[in-house]
């Protein structure tokens, strides 16, 4: 076992966790950990666009950018955080240009913008170009100028090594902390693939940057490894997750597969079409059509499928039409999109609509923080030194549906501010003592799942999860399908305990590092489905056939889900421990935007 100590450890090297690095590294001595190699972290499939109202082609300001992302996340948004976005998002690319990013420009050399959905002018009149792009790899431009600056700056990067415990002082997940009391971090415990080593990382702060959880869908536009590790980190410790019941349907998967075909096909004028040819989204929102938030549009499609209105032999799809356009504008506008089409589907988007269904994409919840990305452990106290920023956190800028683009966004503003955040903590901290068996619980728990014979597959268990959680808990849900599901995942838990792997070697051992993840997959969608039982109301992403509308009075908060062990002890061998889940509620901050009907 090796042991490291730094000022700042960050994790995860997507673009949230280097943006925080190319702050943290020229104030304090800075690491950054990351289990994929940095440029394929999932930021580089991002293709559509980041947001900021620069008003380069059209009349814009950041206020109607806040509106549109409060009004987007179904009035469940912290609106302090969105302005703090929108107002910040300027600068956030303009950085990105100083840094060498190639945006697409106007014929003037300004940066081009584009539509997307939900983005309006003064507050729902029109559709508006905001969504700064380059092509539709505008996450790849991200990802590669990011790592460039790094390596420019000498960020120091352990490549392959998988973060599996968050250490705190105190374990919440065991111990009772009144409130006020303090609770620092103290470091992680990761896993080297090549060489199989444990090693410890001490440090004075933490920066959780683990990217989302679309894996616990099968399907998903997300990459096999968005597993939602850092999310499943905190939660095992004792900290709460926040809204994690809302989850984003993409409208525009390919369909069956899930391979995400990027709004801004219908942003360059895509249109949608049922079976029947109609152009639906007239029906569902008449103003901004096509360009709805995606839980609307993404809510309309299935309910066109439904209703026995969806295209192709088994109706069980809808058409993204682009032929209208000009073949030379979506080759300069949308070349890998529809590269996808014809590599996957055998389709010529020229001249043929491309079957799509909606594909699990986005967490809106994951690990709570106040506006300078400390983690919360209750609805008041931060983990001193501990910081989130990106998919895994929730800062609540995207309340309960996001809009388009304001992901990438989101991991650049707060990516930054955790970065600074985190080095200043340091500067005035000091390390705080490991306890002794800080190891004991991950090494236990590999040791079982490697020497153990024979037992459950994790290729069966991962599957069945995530064909669960297509069934019971897409974009419509209800109490049956929520229980339903529930049952099934506490199941696959209880087998989880009797999983083993094939590959009993030590040296890049993939196998067992999926049995880790699928540990936190089932963590995680246990989360998800308990949240979604108890809101019985729809809201955004969260759509309960049972509650179809939207319940103010008694669900205009955020959900705070915590898990206790029942067995009082560690984790000491695979497996979930007994534990329970509790949720309770935090307020919502209003500031400008009083909670209203949401019609487009
Ligand atoms: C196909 C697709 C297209 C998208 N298009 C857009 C778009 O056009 N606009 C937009 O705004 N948003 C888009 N999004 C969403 C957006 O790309 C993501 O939300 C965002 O990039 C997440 O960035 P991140 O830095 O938080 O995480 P990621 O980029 O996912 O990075 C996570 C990092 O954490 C590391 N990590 C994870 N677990 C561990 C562990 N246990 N130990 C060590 N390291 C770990 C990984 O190695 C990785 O480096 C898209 C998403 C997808 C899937």
Redesign the pocket.
Same mark, same amino acid.
């Given at each position: 076992m090796q042991t490291h100590q730094y000022d700042v450890i960050i994790? $995860?090297? *997507?673009?949230? *966790?280097m943006r925080a690095a190319l702050e943290s590294s020229t104030r304090a001595r800075t690491a950054v950990?990351?289990?994929?190699y940095?440029t394929?972290?999932?930021?580089?499939?991002?293709? #559509?666009?980041?947001c900021a109202a620069l008003a380069n082609v059209e009349e814009d300001n950041w206020e109607w950018h806040t509106f549109d992302t409060v009004k987007g996340g179904d009035y469940l948004v912290d609106q302090d955080a969105a302005e703090v976005m929108a107002k910040e998002a300027i600068d956030a690319v303009l950085d990105l240009e100083k840094m060498g990013l190639p945006f697409n420009r106007t014929p003037e050399g300004k940066i081009d913008q584009r539509r997307f959905g939900g983005h309006t002018r003064n507050h729902g009149e029109a559709a508006v170009r905001r969504a700064c792009y380059a092509a539709d790899r505008? #996450?790849h431009m991200i990802?590669q100028t990011l790592y460039q600056n790094c390596v420019k700056q000498d960020v120091e990067f352990f490549n392959e090594?998988?973060?599996?415990d968050l250490i705190l002082d105190k374990d919440l997940a065991i111990e009772d902390v009144p409130e006020g009391e303090e609770v620092a971090v103290a470091g992680v415990v990761?896993y080297d693939l090549a060489s199989g080593e444990i090693h410890v990382f001490r440090a004075k702060s933490v920066v959780l940057?683990?990217? $989302?959880a $679309?894996k616990i869908f099968k399907t998903t536009?997300?990459?096999h490894?968005?597993?939602g590790?850092?999310m499943a980190?905190a939660l095992r410790r004792g900290l709460p997750l926040e809204d994690m019941e809302f989850f984003q349907f993409h409208p525009t998967g390919l369909a069956g597969l899930g391979i995400?075909l990027?709004e801004?096909a219908r942003g360059e004028g895509g249109i949608l079409r049922n079976g029947d040819g109609e152009r639906f989204m007239e029906r569902y929102a008449p103003t901004i059509k096509d360009l709805a938030p995606r839980d609307i549009v993404a809510r309309s499609m299935a309910n066109e499928v439904r209703e026995g209105r969806g295209a192709g032999p088994n109706k069980d799809y809808v058409l993204l039409d682009l032929t209208h356009l000009e073949p030379a504008h979506i080759d300069a506008k949308l070349p890998d999109i529809t590269e996808f089409a014809r590599t996957y589907l055998g389709i010529e988007p020229y001249t043929e609509p491309v079957p799509v269904y909606p594909t699990a994409?986005?967490a809106m919840g994951g690990v709570p923080t106040n506006i300078t990305t400390e983690v919360l452990r209750n609805n008041t106290d931060v983990v001193k030194g501990l910081f989130a920023? *990106?998919?895994?956190a929730c800062v609540s800028v995207h309340g309960s549906n996001r809009l388009?683009?304001?992901?990438?966004?989101?991991?650049n503003v707060f #990516?930054k501010r955790a970065g600074v955040a985190a080095a200043e903590y340091a500067a005035g901290a000091t390390i705080v003592e490991m306890p002794e068996n800080a190891t004991s619980a991950v090494v236990a728990q590999l040791e079982a799942m490697r020497q153990r014979p024979d037992g459950e597959r994790v290729a069966d268990l991962r599957r069945e999860l995530q064909e669960t959680m297509d069934r019971g808990a897409q974009v419509f849900r209800t109490s049956e399908s929520l229980t339903e599901t529930l049952t099934v995942i506490q199941g696959l838990q209880e087998r989880f305990s009797r999983v083993s792997v094939q590959d009993k070697g030590k040296m890049f051992n993939t196998d067992l590092l999926e049995a880790v993840e699928l540990g936190f997959l089932l963590d995680i969608a246990e989360v998800v489905v308990v949240g979604a039982l108890s809101r019985e109301e729809s809201r955004g992403g969260h759509f309960r056939e049972d509650f179809p509308d939207r319940d103010d009075a008694n669900f205009m908060s955020h959900t705070m889900a915590y898990r206790r062990r029942t067995d009082g002890a560690d984790v000491d061998a695979a497996g979930i421990p007994p534990h329970e889940t509790r949720l309770d509620t935090k307020p919502v901050v209003v500031t400008r935007y009083q909670p209203m009907e949401r019609k487009y």
């Open positions: 994790v $995860g090297a *997507g673009g949230a *966790g950990i990351s289990k994929l940095p394929r972290s999932h930021t580089g499939a991002a293709q #559509g666009g980041m505008t #996450g990802l090594f998988y973060v599996l990761a940057a683990t990217g $989302g $679309g536009s997300n990459a490894t968005l597993t590790d850092g980190l995400l990027s801004a994409h986005y920023a *990106g998919e895994v388009g683009t304001n992901s990438l966004l989101d991991i #990516g």
